[in-house]
DNA sequence: CTGAAAGCGCTTACAG
DNA sequence: CTGAAAGCGCTTACAG
């Protein structure tokens, strides 16, 4: 069906080779007059080149991986658009692949994409046990890990200022005269981002001189229900918190939700900082103060990344890029109750 | 640094064409004992297939080409993780591109995906200008179009019952009692799934025998703002609704808002109804009665649709799968006032 | 500025 | 059950 350069050079009567580098650019290489009688049979036959061979002779494919502990989560759609973007710019092809969160997929995935020969992967690691990504230390690509460190894996990293960003949070309770901060977290397991919130938590009330109290602190399973569970059961405490950080956004309208199941108003009796600040924070009742962590940029910076990385030459990827979230104060926190 | 078949051949004392044989799963074709042999030789190299030889060779390169109107919607982020599943199930890798709703880089993309040579393509068009389309109409490999149908161009369609789920709306409401009912959604254009709901909403009417009062309809711009201003204006009318019915789920929290910000209830003083069931609608305040529309599933009926071509062999998928959008009653909607 | 030729890593009749 | 050989569609020194 499709043409090939062999076609395009038959009809425009000079050598494969010509037409490969006019096709590739090479236009010193190629006479003016030569160049348009390539680009007119182009044209009529419709020539599409052929990655695949291309890829073949050349070793590179121009294609990027792309794998998502869970590509069903809106933040990550948004990050996976920034990737986009920037692998568009630089004229690559994005192959896409989410784990759903389990750590066998991710080692399919990761073999699918070796055998694609991808240039180079990007990845969001569902899991991080030693034993289970042990297998990844010879991958034969770069890689740059999302948002999740690796340890012991020569990936380089770009993340969010993690600690950083729930330190905004609590400063700001602070400075509103909390002192009972609670914290809703998924479990931290051996997941970077989430124990780097922890610490934030931690060092954050440790900077305020506030006594960190167990009790106020409260883990729920991934998905769409348990942190409501876990927030009212933090609201029924013999001495309740009076604000409450919510440190993942599928995890800010669950804590809304409890709240209001216990009967509580947000901001009167109750402050709430969410987090990553989605587009639609802005629209909850009330609009939500939040804890930016832009979702494009991420995807932007992590693929310039590792693009910058490939054009070097690099066969791995080292060191770790911070973006620093920012605080987007609105309705949902105010004054402590005396 | 990467073994190739000729390696693991020298390696396991046979020719390239055993080895070729065996990986392929042609085990009637290979002994035992020889199959061992190249085993033990793939592991002991890290041997991974080069998919860009075997597609250049087959002529199949077992990617598929997703081209979405806009990655960054959540709800688009869940179809691809159907088609993502139904894919990986059937062995394909996936190439994600998004137009960030425009019609120029759809162009590209298409013309990245035919490069990849992708042996089909899944696309949710942005645009559906019949001239901005034309040029559609000799591609080289099946597509199956999602959601939004393409005038004239021989591509499959796999969509919601779009009329429907919004017939299943007013439905609801018209029982409830309400007869002034308004519709707020994007601005129609050109794109199919809009102008089949809006359809669903006037035929749903005159189905109830409720006169159709154009002063009921809003169209807002895309994005995640405008159907405030919108909603606002529609309930600043002198004869205001009683119900309200969001098109779109980016609309149904602008649409809360708004009401709240008219210090209107609901449903005490309004009822809503949403659209699409995303994972938190049961999480709004108060938990909102949602048109359901599957993504998931819906991702996983174009891949499978698509697949099925592939397997037969066809060069082009023809006719249109519907699924059935359902209702799920919760608590936004209630009787109308007397 | 242009062409002939080798070779990228596979699969697949064809022959044995 | 196994191997030798052709060929998929490109790129790239090398020569001129």
Redesign the interface.
Known sequence: ??ATIEDVAKAAGVSIATVSRYLNGRTEAVSATTGARIQTAVDRL?Y??????R??KTGR?R?IGVLLA?????Y???V??GV??AC?RANY??????A?DRAD?EH??L??F????VDGILFNPAHAEPDLVAAWS?L?VPVVTLDRTLPGLPFGLVAMDNARGIGLAVEHLVALGHRRIGFVSWHPRSLSNRQERLKGYLDALAGADIGFDPALIRFAEDG?SDG?DCTVELLVEPDPPTAIISATSMLN??V??AI?RCGLRVPEDISVVGYDDS??DE???PPLTTVATPA?QLGVAAAERLLTALDAGEGTVTGEVRLLPQLVIRESTRQAPP
């Open positions: 069906m499709g419709g599409v080149p052929n990655l695949a061979a890829s073949l494919s294609l869970n590509i069903a989560h809106p990550w759609s948004t996976l658009s986009e973007e568009q092809s994005v192959i896409v692949s989410s759903s997929i399919r995935y073999q699918m070796l055998e694609q020969r010879a034969s769409w409501v309208l669950q809304l939700a209001k587009p639609w629209l909850l009742d494009r």
